[in-house]
């Protein structure tokens, strides 16, 4: 799922997922799992409807908060031409 979702989010600002069978993949996630998931691949995350929807968005804080701390991935890393 984390391979649709970064598909997505490279054309688009946010994916919502809100079919019943995504959404069957992350019901037995807690919320803190949930955002964890979306914090190491450098998203967002937001529940909505009851649990019926799940927005993802890039978070554009992400890159250079793992660049201060250490915990870039090469592709943060800015690129020396």
Same mark, same amino acid.
């Given at each position: 799922? /984390?391979?649709?979702? /970064? &598909?997505?989010? =490279?054309?688009? !600002? &946010?994916?919502?997922?809100?079919?019943?069978?995504?959404?069957? @993949?992350? &019901? !037995?996630?807690?919320? /803190? $799992?949930?955002? &964890?998931? =979306?914090?190491?691949?450098?998203?967002?995350?937001?529940? #909505? @409807?009851?649990? #019926?929807? @799940?927005?993802? %968005? *890039? $978070? /554009? %804080?992400? !890159?250079?908060? #793992?660049? #201060?701390?250490? *915990? =870039?991935? !090469?592709?943060?890393?800015?690129?020396?031409?």
């Amino acid at each position: 799922m /984390a391979r649709v979702i /970064a &598909q997505s989010l =490279a054309r688009r !600002p &946010q994916h919502f997922i809100t079919h019943p069978a995504e959404l069957k @993949i992350f &019901q !037995p996630v807690s919320d /803190a $799992d949930l955002r &964890q998931f =979306a914090h190491d691949h450098g998203w967002r995350v937001v529940r #909505r @409807i009851g649990g #019926r929807q @799940i927005e993802f %968005y *890039n $978070d /554009a %804080y992400e !890159p250079l908060e #793992r660049t #201060r701390t250490g *915990n =870039a991935r !090469p592709e943060d890393e800015p690129s020396v031409l």
